[in-house]
């Protein structure tokens, strides 16, 4: 018998390096249950941000109409969200004021949608003067970019509509 050949066959103890199948499984289920957990809260938390971006932006809207409505008195506000936005480096104009950022002026803003809407016209004097507005902020789709619903007019009051649309009776607090 030959002891070497024996020698060579036995095992050694070998060091474990890593980790086994079973500790990764644990290790990735904790974090899908975490993940699980945190996930709806993340989607509210984000839906109440764009509801707070919304109101900001509606308020934003508001304060570039009242320059507008100071600079542009034959105009009196402006009916169109591009005539509060334009081209930075130009000269402002009834038409491209620059009194508000490009994507705020172009109505889509957080997932909310923006509008001027019930312009009204003073046509008495002979000019087209508006004397008066309201402006919307919709979500884009309702229940995933936001649930509420915010509307202002040129008093600046900001009301809201819990479904989501445009029929705004409550006040914002």
């Not at 993940?35 to 570039?64: D, N």
């Not at 130009?90 to 809407?117: H, M, V």
């Amino acid at each position: 018998m030959n002891r070497k050949n024996t020698k060579s066959r036995t095992r050694r103890p070998t060091h474990r390096n890593g980790f086994t199948l079973m500790e990764l499984l644990i290790v990735m289920s904790i974090i899908t249950v975490l993940m699980l957990i945190g996930f709806p809260t993340y989607k509210m938390v984000m839906k109440h941000v764009r509801e707070l971006s919304a109101k900001q932006s509606l308020r934003a809207i508001h304060e570039a109409e009242m320059i507008y409505e100071q600079s542009y008195p034959a105009k009196g506000y402006a009916c169109d969200l591009q005539y509060l936005g334009g081209e930075q480096g130009k000269t402002p104009s009834a038409t491209a004021s620059e009194l508000l950022p490009d994507e705020l002026s172009k109505g889509n803003k957080d997932g909310y949608i923006f509008t001027i809407t019930n312009c009204l016209k003073n046509a008495q004097s002979g000019s087209e003067r508006i004397v008066g507005y309201t402006l919307t902020a919709v979500p884009e789709v309702v229940g995933r970019t936001g649930d509420l619903g915010f509307c202002t007019d040129d008093g600046g009051m900001l009301k809201l509509d819990r479904a989501g649309g445009i029929n705004c009776a409550e006040n914002v607090q």
